[in-house]
């Protein structure tokens, strides 16, 4: 394999760009690999791409289904790859042939600098947790060349596991502590279990078995109301001081027995913003006022019930999608991307389980932002131009707190919606990150510790826009140059 370069290089001049024109901002690519399953493209990561020191990681399935992880030099742009040839994709679900290429199957990426770890979890919905880690020092002492061998066995990472794990994630504190967190349970019957690492020890702690729980009853769903549900993270982060904040959506599921007859679990009934925060690693946490709503040390957990966690109320049929994603500003404040309808559309006909939106629909589903102001009031922007269906959306928020959110169009490579803090998030503009060469399946999460630490945007790309799926590239962006560029002309 080789690596080139595509486009500009990261630091030349970059063009100015008008509301109305999308234009082509100057880049860096690196080309690490050629063929790569369309799973490695999952927005669910909460990280696929991590730096520390000198070295970026990424993990992605390569083309015959085994899990390969790629150490890129950030000061040269070489880069290594190794096959865990012990950890292949999962051909299908149980007898269900439609996860032969699942994208829910994802991986991540964590670090703990504590002693030096890197540790990887992949191939997830609803099964047993897959985990290993490397061993003391791979990072802070990295060696010149990496193989297998830096990687411990898979193991559990606790002693009380979750049996049916989706949607892994890690996240590192203010500090560099790391913490894990997954669904335990099924869409509409599901948990978020909490996890904490000490590295002194090297052990995995569990904070939460079920921090954000699956019960309650919600009138607004069924023909007799909602007694299960799962809650969606956008993302669960830590802002400077060390408080963490979470936002997610809830989606029902009807109890009805008759499959024929019941709504299921689609996008329809993903409902509401809801979002708390903790100013103790996840022990206590409270609703938007400030007021506590769980204590996880006695065994609390936040539920549909809890007090005040709503803070933009988002019906049921607003077809709002599941995951989409959260960044946080100069001053610790929560801004969300989110993908759905302005209004409400309810079909004439009941949905079976596996159903989504009339396709003469789909044009009312479209971005929006939304954010918390110092004061702890909500907000949500106008319409934000959707180029492709069902395309997640990524945020990140430059050093002068300008909102970037950006999310592939469909043939015409990956675009942003750019705001400032200055105009209050309402002036949007639009411009090209990479035109048709580039692109994703949803919005690529971006390398949180270089966006912060050097001002990049550094996300994994598909090199082959038109073949979805057969390559796997490095996109930087100086984020204050494509602020620059933006608003030039004033």
Request: net charge negative; proline share 4%.
């Amino acid at each position: 394999m080789k690596w080139i370069y595509s486009g500009f290089l990261m630091g030349f001049c970059l063009v100015a760009v008008c509301a109305a024109t999308p234009q082509a901002v100057p880049n860096h690519v690196l080309k690490v690999d050629d063929a790569v399953w369309p799973v490695s493209w999952a927005s669910f990561d909460q990280d696929k791409v991590i730096s520390y020191g000198d070295y970026q990681y990424a993990l992605y399935w390569d083309d015959d289904r085994v899990l390969a992880l790629v150490r890129r030099n950030l000061k040269t742009d070489a880069f290594q790859q190794i096959r865990f040839g012990n950890y292949i994709l999962a051909e299908k679900h149980g007898n269900d042939e439609r996860y032969s290429l699942d994208g829910h199957r994802n991986v991540v990426l964590g670090i703990s600098p504590g002693d030096g770890r890197l540790h990887l979890s992949w191939d997830h919905h609803n099964n047993e947790l897959h985990y290993t880690r490397s061993h003391k020092g791979f990072l802070t002492a990295p060696p010149s060349v990496i193989s297998v061998a830096d990687f411990e066995p898979e193991q559990p990472i606790a002693d009380q596991e979750p049996a049916s794990v989706t949607y892994p994630r890690f996240v590192n504190g203010h500090e560099g502590d790391l913490y894990f967190f997954c669904r335990d349970g099924i869409s509409g019957d599901g948990d978020i279990v909490f996890y904490e690492y000490d590295a002194a020890s090297g052990k995995w702690t569990r904070i939460a078995d079920r921090l954000l729980s699956g019960e309650g009853f919600y009138a607004e769903w069924g023909e007799q109301g909602s007694t299960m549900r799962n809650a969606y993270l956008q993302e669960l982060l830590f802002d400077q001081k060390g408080r963490l904040h979470l936002t997610w959506i809830w989606r029902e599921r009807d109890t009805n027995p008759d499959e024929s007859k019941r709504w299921g679990h689609t996008y329809a009934s993903n409902h509401d913003l809801n979002y708390a925060y903790s100013d103790d690693h996840g022990r206590t946490w409270k609703n938007n006022a400030g007021v506590q709503i769980a204590d996880t040390c006695r065994g609390e957990q936040i539920s549909i019930d809890s007090e005040g966690i709503v803070v933009f109320e988002i019906p049921v049929f607003s077809w709002v999608i599941n995951q989409c994603g959260m960044a946080l500003d100069s001053k610790g404040n929560p801004h969300v991307a989110m993908l759905q309808m302005e209004t409400v559309y309810q079909p004439e006909n009941r949905l079976t389980m596996s159903d989504r939106m009339d396709e003469s629909q789909q044009p009312r589903q479209n971005y929006f932002h939304y954010w918390r102001d110092d004061a702890g009031q909500w907000h949500r922007s106008k319409i934000l131009k959707k180029y492709k269906h069902h395309a997640r959306p990524a945020i990140v928020v430059a050093p002068d707190d300008t909102v970037i959110i950006y999310f592939q169009t469909g043939g015409e490579g990956i675009r942003c919606h750019v705001a400032r803090s200055r105009d209050h998030w309402t002036e949007w503009r639009t411009a090209r990150l990479a035109g048709p060469d580039y692109t994703f399946e949803d919005a690529s999460k971006p390398d949180r510790q270089r966006m912060d630490r050097d001002g990049v945007l550094s996300i994994t790309v598909d090199p082959c826009a038109q073949q979805s799926g057969k390559g796997l590239a490095f996109l930087d962006v100086s984020v204050q140059r494509l602020v620059d560029s933006v608003y030039k002309s004033n």
